[in-house]
């Protein structure tokens, strides 16, 4: 049986981070196997995020970054500028075959196209196997994507779900130094949603028309809302769509152990870094393969992580009750978020970096009612 000390499953956001830090650290010689069942030769989606300065694991990424974003609520429209952040977008793509690249580089590395199916955890190591092939590793790192089930569960099950469409039009449209973080001109009925727009230049955007609620639209459903919105707000009758891309993320505060056995960890949305509240992951992704390289560089381990302060997970939790029982007034409760707070503020907060008074100041900012009733019904589980 082959060994290696590192097996990575999945190749997507948390594998290729984690094995690129690998490689940029003290560990670079050590073998490591990434199995993945796609070859990671499509563009399966486009990663976007804020930060003050672009990871390491980017530098040698394309990327496209802006320093404006609009935010369209309930009677409000604003322009925000972001300094010191910037948004900034990553093609699903480019990260994969930067990253693919560098690593063929390495002798140590090896991938293979194949599904992990089977796992067995023993003290001394880990079996990885599927019919066809049987692995032994110090160290299993396991992105396949989690089993979540709301049945019976005592958490929150939201899904942020959505379809996006690369429209290309003929005459002058967008303006690309201004992405729409949010855009809330579509009815709400029963669910929040919202059209998320990144230009790419005065004539080729994505237009992304996204929903946070527990069930999903029909096929039928996502574009009738798209081409309306088209016509309704962007005054578009005729376009091409190029090209278009799909998604559902989980959004709950059901927690996800890290540590699935003695030699085996959790990875990316599987691990628990899509922020539950927003959606956001590839950011926390990133971060998240830096502490595993250094815990395990400093311990032999990986699981001496940093945790945020405890009352983000109460924050989320609550964030996701009123979601779900106030869906048709989280376009009010975002406009006044927008409207009270410099983005700063509401970036660090997503981050879970504020201080607690920039936290305060943001809560009173929201309407209370909703937040109240959502407080009780988390803590009390009724
Ligand atoms: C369309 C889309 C757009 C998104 N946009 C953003 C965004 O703008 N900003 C943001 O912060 N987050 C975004 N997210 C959320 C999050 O960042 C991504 O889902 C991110 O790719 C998660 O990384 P991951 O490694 O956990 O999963 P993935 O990147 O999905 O990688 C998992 C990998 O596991 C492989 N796999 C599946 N089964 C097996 C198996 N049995 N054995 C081995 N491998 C297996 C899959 O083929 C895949 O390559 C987006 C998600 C989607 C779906």
Redesign the pocket.
């Known amino acids: 049986m082959q060994h290696y000390d590192y097996v990575i499953?999945?190749?997507?956001?948390?594998?290729l981070s984690l094995a690129w830090q690998l490689l940029n650290s003290e560990l670079r010689h050590q073998r490591i196997l990434l199995?993945?069942?796609?070859l990671?030769n499509k563009n399966?989606?486009?990663?976007?995020?804020w930060e003050t300065e672009l990871p390491q694991s980017l530098q040698a990424v394309p990327v496209t970054q802006w320093e404006n974003l609009r935010f369209i609520g309930s009677g409000f429209d604003q322009t925000f500028k972001l300094d010191p952040f910037c948004y900034t977008m990553v093609r699903g793509i480019d990260f994969y075959q930067a990253k693919l690249a560098e690593m063929a580089q390495f002798e140590n590395v090896r991938f293979m196209q194949?599904?992990?199916?089977k796992v067995i955890d023993t003290p001394h190591g880990v079996v990885v196997m599927d019919e066809d092939f049987e692995v032994r590793t110090d160290w299993f790192f396991d992105?396949?994507?989690p089993s979540l089930s709301a049945h019976h569960s005592p958490y929150r099950h939201l899904k942020q779900h959505?379809v996006g469409w690369v429209i290309q039009t003929e005459a002058d449209v967008f303006d690309p130094a201004l992405p729409t973080l949010f855009d809330f001109r579509t009815p709400q009925a029963g669910a929040m949603r919202f059209f998320y727009v990144i230009p790419f230049s005065k004539r080729q955007a994505l237009v992304e028309y996204t929903l946070f609620s527990e069930e999903l639209l029909t096929e039928q459903a996502y574009a009738d809302a798209i081409r309306a919105y088209l016509q309704t707000e962007l005054g578009l009758e005729s376009y091409t769509v190029v090209e278009s891309?799909?998604?559902?993320?989980p959004m709950t505060d059901q927690p996800l152990p890290r540590q699935l056995g003695e030699r085996w960890m959790a990875?990316?949305?599987?691990g628990g870094?899509?922020k539950p509240s927003s959606?956001?992951?590839?950011?926390?992704?990133l971060r998240d393969s830096a502490a595993i390289v250094e815990s395990l560089q400093r311990h032999g381990h990986p699981f001496d992580l940093p945790e945020p302060p405890a009352r983000y997970a109460l924050f989320d939790a609550i964030m996701l009750e009123v979601m779900r029982s106030h869906p048709d007034q989280m376009a009010d409760i975002f406009t006044a978020l927008f409207r009270k707070n410099p983005i700063q503020r509401i970036f660090h907060f997503l981050d879970e970096k504020n201080s607690l008074g920039q936290d305060l100041r943001l809560i009173a900012s929201l309407p209370w009612g909703p937040f109240l009733g959502a407080l009780w019904r988390v803590k009390t589980g009724k």
């Open positions: 499953a999945g190749a997507g956001a948390a594998g199995i993945d069942p796609a990671k399966d989606r486009t990663w976007c995020f194949a599904a992990v199916t992105s396949r994507p959505f891309e799909s998604g559902v993320i990875i990316g949305t599987r870094r899509v959606g956001y992951a590839f950011l926390r992704i």
